[in-house]
């Protein structure tokens, strides 16, 4: 053996060198891409449980209603962050169990897998550097509360943590996208009963289900901040769908159009800047102009006094954005400047987002009278095609195509939010009445029923368990 390796040992140095350099290379990528986490002030408490359905930490909280967790969350970034890792620690490991199961299934090979990683590494290595620095301390808190770290193998805790909560703008970058396949109901003035605006949405995400049997109505009173809701999943704290105390709901769209940027403000850590900072939709527009997007969206938003707007926002570009009239329905394309560019053709062309449009405008145009949010709730739950065309259940042209993660109807003018339990948009609405889960002298403990739409007739039939039969059958996305 020994002879062996002395006739042949440029070969076998040069052969180690080729086995050697992809971990050499990896350990560069790694140290080259880490990011540097800011200090933190942890706060000093601990997980109570009061009662079987109830955890406490200090001034935050969880609790179950329903299939739903009711989450509060008090106090500064920091106070926020922590609390939230330590409050929802079992249902964060889940959700990012299915997540990297989803990934696992879908790259099969264990060293693309690590590839693909890599070059996640490389592209966004600047990610953190467009987030603001409550939201870098608040992320920072977590990662410290998110302990033991099962995954620690794949990223660090506080990286991994920073690409979750751009994880909506990565995921919109990809050509095929599971988010383009929202839809959004605008309604105010006359056609709403009681004033104000309703603004009711489908979070339509085909992923895994896992977002939606565990999905969180948080509650976040941050120091120096204007309270509000967000209809999210257990370890996001930015917003896709919510409310403040001053009745100003937003909520988001996946659109295509210009080129996706690896940095910037994620659009989660944006509408939650909205939210915390904006009394009015005019105030909400504005602040939607000051930061460049990572990715092209659209943004649905009302307020307290009736007013609603879309704000199309597309890297590269300045906002287009218009006033809404009475009754007005969006999808995933867009209108303004951007609808002439290639890939917004692209979506209208084999997405579904133009017979959902067709198909809301024309129940809108059935409305007789005002409607409320019960009404709302009915429009989110259609299934049928345009002229009331029968369609196969879980049709992508249908507005519930039962994949929504959840549906939301916003009542601004009475600060209530509607939220759907599981399965999608089949189960009971409930209502969270802001006045009461935003006030500070709120008692979990002594909490009493709330108001709910019952559960679509649709979940208790056959026909709904065969296609879920089927659909369990199907690719993740």
Not at 211 to 234: H, L, M, N, Q
Request: aromatic fraction near 8%; charged fraction near 25%.
């Amino acid at each position: 053996m020994t002879g062996f390796f002395q006739r042949h040992w440029r070969k076998v140095a040069a052969l180690a060198a080729l086995l050697g350099a992809p971990v050499v290379m990896h350990s560069a990528i790694v140290r080259l891409t880490r990011f540097d986490p800011p200090g933190v002030r942890l706060p000093e408490a601990k997980v109570e449980r009061p009662s079987d359905d109830l955890r406490t930490f200090g001034r935050s909280y969880v609790r179950r209603h329903g299939k739903l967790l009711e989450v509060r969350l008090m106090g500064t970034p920091e106070e926020i962050g922590y609390s939230h890792a330590q409050l929802l620690y079992e249902e964060m490991v889940k959700n990012e169990g299915e997540l990297l199961g989803v990934f696992s299934r879908q790259v099969k090979n264990p060293l693309f897998r690590w590839l693909l990683l890599d070059v996640a590494r490389v592209r966004y290595r600047d990610l953190d550097q467009g987030m603001s620095a409550d939201r870098l301390r608040e992320i920072r808190a977590g990662s410290l509360g998110f302990q033991p770290d099962p995954y620690r193998n794949v990223f660090d805790t506080y990286q991994r943590f920073v690409y979750l909560n751009a994880l909506y703008d990565i995921s919109l970058s990809f050509e095929h996208s599971p988010l383009i396949g929202c839809t959004t109901f605008a309604l105010h003035g006359r056609a709403v009963r009681g004033g104000g605006a309703l603004l009711a949405r489908n979070f339509d995400m085909g992923v895994n289900d896992v977002f939606d049997d565990k999905k969180a109505v948080f509650f976040v009173s941050e120091t120096g901040r204007i309270p509000f809701a967000s209809v999210a999943w257990p370890g996001l704290v930015g917003v896709v769908s919510g409310m403040n105390a001053e009745g100003v709901a937003v909520v988001v769209h996946g659109a295509r159009a210009g080129e996706p940027r690896a940095s910037g403000e994620p659009v989660v850590h944006t509408l939650r800047r909205v939210l915390s900072t904006a009394r009015n939709a005019a105030q909400a527009v504005e602040l939607l102009r000051t930061q460049e997007p990572m990715v092209s969206h659209i943004v649905i938003l009302a307020d307290a006094e009736g007013k609603t707007a879309s704000v199309e926002r597309v890297p590269g570009r300045a906002p287009y954005m218009h006033w809404l009239s009475e009754r007005a329905v969006i999808t995933n394309h867009f209108e303004g400047g951007a609808s002439d560019d290639p890939k917004d053709q692209r979506v209208r062309d084999v997405t579904s987002t133009v017979p959902r449009r067709r198909r809301g405008i024309q129940l809108l145009g059935r409305l007789k009278q005002p409607i409320t949010a019960v009404d709302a709730i009915l429009l989110l739950r259609d299934r049928r095609g345009i002229n009331d065309l029968q369609l196969p259940l879980g049709d992508r042209e249908a507005i519930d195509a039962l994949i929504a993660t959840h549906g939301v109807v916003f009542d601004t003018a009475r600060r209530v939010l509607w939220v759907s339990e599981s399965p999608h948009l089949l189960g009971r609405f409930v209502a969270f009445d802001l006045k009461k889960f935003l006030s500070a002298d709120h008692d979990p403990s002594s909490a009493s029923p709330l108001e709910s739409v019952p559960e679509d007739p649709l979940v208790g039939t056959k026909e709904y368990r065969d296609w879920r039969d089927r659909a369990s059958q199907a690719p993740a996305f």
